[in-house]
């Protein structure tokens, strides 16, 4: 999957000269949490909610509330935004933006194409697209077992369930509790829960959790 087909499109943005104030007023009415900043068309900065209430005035402390309102409102976006701009091609893989967030620990990224700015990726995307991957909404048996890591492993359990008439909905391996496992998590439907369990049980090395999942 790519980012283009999950990214926000099209994207608000805000020049660097807004005030704050302002900025956090755009935020909240579009009930989104970061801005990407423009300068003749071109992406100077990224401010996300999280640095404009955190602003202040350095002096803060010894203003009454009037005066701290009227400096807050002198704070332009320019002044407290991230100018190093972590964007990613709309043809990247939707891991390697994920990949990308966690190592920087940043909630969004710019997407752009051909160095243009068209959409924002942000991890309320990346939620729902885990949501997506795993079925979550979708009634069916949730298995979570350690298997083998071997060759063909997967290929013996997704034939036993298929032969049974089970269709699967969705499928995802994770690290083990050793070099030589892994776990395997996935959900299938037109299958009561316990006939499910019979046709695993003699592939896995530990039924972990199995359920009947009705969302």
């Known amino acids: 999957m790519l980012i283009k087909k999950r990214m926000s499109s099209p994207v608000i943005t805000v020049p660097p000269d807004l005030p ?35 602003a202040s005035p350095s002096d803060a402390t010894s203003l009454s509330v009037w005066e701290l309102n009227y400096l807050l409102g002198k704070i332009t976006v320019d002044e407290i935004m991230s100018k190093d701009v972590i964007t990613v091609d709309e043809n990247t893989p939707i891991e390697e933006a994920a990949y990308l967030m966690d190592e920087n620990k940043i909630g969004g990224l710019p997407v752009v194409a051909n160095g243009e700015l068209v959409g924002l990726i942000t991890e309320t995307d990346l939620f729902r697209i885990f949501l997506e991957l795993m079925s979550a909404r979708q ?27 089970g269709d699967f909905l969705s499928m995802g ?37 199995i359920r009947t999942c009705c969302n």
């Open 139 to 165: 009634p069916g048996v949730r298995v979570t077992a350690l298997v083998p890591d071997r060759p063909g492993e997967l290929d013996v359990i997704t034939h036993a369930i298929a032969e049974a008439g």
């Open 20 to 54: 704050i104030m302002q900025a956090l007023d755009i935020m909240k009415q579009n009930r989104i949490r970061r801005l990407p900043v423009m300068k003749n068309g071109k992406l100077v900065g990224i401010i996300s909610e999280g640095d404009l209430l955190n």
């Open 173 to 209: 391996t994770f690290a083990g509790d050793s070099s030589t496992n892994r776990v395997l998590t996935f959900k299938v439907r037109n299958l009561e829960e316990d006939k499910v369990r019979e046709l695993v049980e003699p592939h896995i090395e530990q039924l972990v959790d």
